[in-house]
């Protein structure tokens, strides 16, 4: 069975910063795309930011660009995300999320199909 483990969520102050994680386990994706999403109450569900399958380019939104960072170690099947500056407007569940197919690029990470992963989600708060 395919899993997709967050951790790292919780309560920050306006201006500090999280590092999350997204461990798999069930299949390695080395060979795809991986990144986060978020979702806001009452709000869809958006993406955030995404690596390539080899690291080799990353691709952010906009609300998030210049002060998010993801990473990933594929040795160890993982993604991160570094958010620095954080604002109430960063309070979401964030969620982690894999391609299913392989060679992926960061920039396919916006469109998830049925054939991708999802994690079960981490809880941010940002508190002003």
């Known amino acids: 069975q395919v899993q997709l483990v967050e951790s790292g969520g919780g309560l920050v102050q306006a201006g500090g910063s999280l590092r999350l994680s997204c461990t798999a386990s069930?299949?390695?994706?080395?060979?795809?795309?991986m990144g986060w999403f978020r979702q806001a109450p009452g709000k869809e569900r958006e993406f955030v930011a995404a690596?390539?399958?080899?690291?080799?380019?990353?691709y952010y939104a906009d609300s998030v660009k210049g002060r998010a960072t993801v990473s990933r170690e594929r040795a160890k099947n993982a993604v991160y995300l570094q958010m620095n500056s954080l604002k109430p407007e960063d309070t979401a569940v964030y969620y982690c999320?894999?391609?299913?197919?392989?060679?992926?690029?960061?920039?396919?990470?916006?469109?998830?199909?049925?054939?991708?992963?999802w994690g079960q989600g981490t809880q941010v708060t940002v508190s002003s």
């Open positions: 999320g894999a391609k299913g197919s392989v060679y992926s690029t960061a920039q396919a990470m916006t469109v998830m199909t049925p054939d991708d992963y």
């Open positions: 069930g299949r390695t994706f080395n060979r795809n795309a």
């Open positions: 690596i390539a399958w080899n690291g080799g380019n990353t």
